[in-house]
């Protein structure tokens, strides 16, 4: 519970699989490489939404990027640049957290940019999320099922950034920020690398209450700690009884 931040305030971007306050942490998914993705479906006209990864160390300096441009690099592969979806169509990068270590990197920031300028709340379809692949590139079957985490963007903005993925304590950032100010070349990650590497400062460092502080104030005020769970009354767990994304629940009753 102490990765998980208490809800205050919930102005989240977008929706999601699984509701978390900003800057929350999540345990990075099982397997040898990572892989991100986004799926977009056109609007009203043509629409290129291009996915793109920054990587910094760990005293947040600039190491290196995948993108369109750039699509191989650090044990990463980018799909390739899709620049029109009437039916829906996919980008995703996989990268792999020990080469990327080896190199130095600590945060890879995952981030969306809309190339043909339409805000996000216009497309019928567009959503971001991560799952474990065995190997990169691998031409597995990419399957919905196997997806850890959605989110659903649909901000009045042309650049958002989902998540930020720390591959030195395996854990992933909940970032859901729609960047609002516009680059005033082409909107693409390198005119954007100013705002990235701020918000991946303000995230990285964040330091706010969390929920193990919070329930444990309510369990010394109104009962006490059980000695198993079997003689629990209520539990809080991140699998079970109340969770993290009992967000509801959460500030209904113990705010």
């Known amino acids: 519970m102490k990765d ?3 809800p205050f305030a919930l102005r989240s971007a977008s929706k999601s699989l699984r509701t978390l306050v900003r800057g929350s942490r999540l345990s990075l998914p099982d397997g040898e490489v990572l892989r991100f993705f986004i799926w977009w479906k056109n609007g009203r006209s043509r629409v290129d939404i291009d ?3 920054t990587m910094y160390d760990e005293k947040f300096q600039y190491v290196d990027l995948l993108s369109y441009y750039s699509l191989k690099n650090f044990g990463g ?3 390739g640049d899709i620049v029109d979806a009437p ?5 995703f990068i996989d990268v792999t957290p020990e080469l990327c270590r080896q190199k130095g990197v600590r945060y890879i920031v995952m981030s969306l940019h809309s190339f043909t300028e339409q805000p996000y709340c216009e ?3 567009c959503f971001a999320g991560w799952m474990a692949r065995s ?3 691998s031409g597995e079957i990419f399957e919905p099922s196997t997806v850890v985490d959605k989110v659903d963007v649909a901000a009045n903005t042309r650049i958002c950034l989902p998540a930020i993925f720390d591959i030195v304590d395996g854990k992933v950032i909940w970032a859901d920020i729609a960047l609002t100010q516009h680059p005033r070349v082409y909107n693409n990650v390198q005119s954007s690398l100013r705002g990235v590497s701020l918000m991946l400062r303000t995230l990285a460092q964040l330091r706010k209450p969390d929920l193990h502080t919070l329930f444990d104030l309510h369990i010394r ?3 006490h700690h059980a000695a198993n769970l079997r003689e629990a009354d209520t539990v809080f767990a991140v699998e079970h009884g109340i969770t993290p994304f009992d967000l509801d629940h959460i500030k209904a009753d113990f705010l």
Request: no cysteine.
């Open 135 to 137: 190997a990169p590139n």
């Open 77 to 79: 592969h980018h799909s």
């Open 87 to 91: 039916h829906g169509a996919a980008e």
């Open 221 to 223: 005020a109104r009962g």
């Open 51 to 53: 996915l793109s990864a």
């Open 4 to 6: 998980y931040q208490v």
């Open 123 to 125: 497309l019928p379809e």
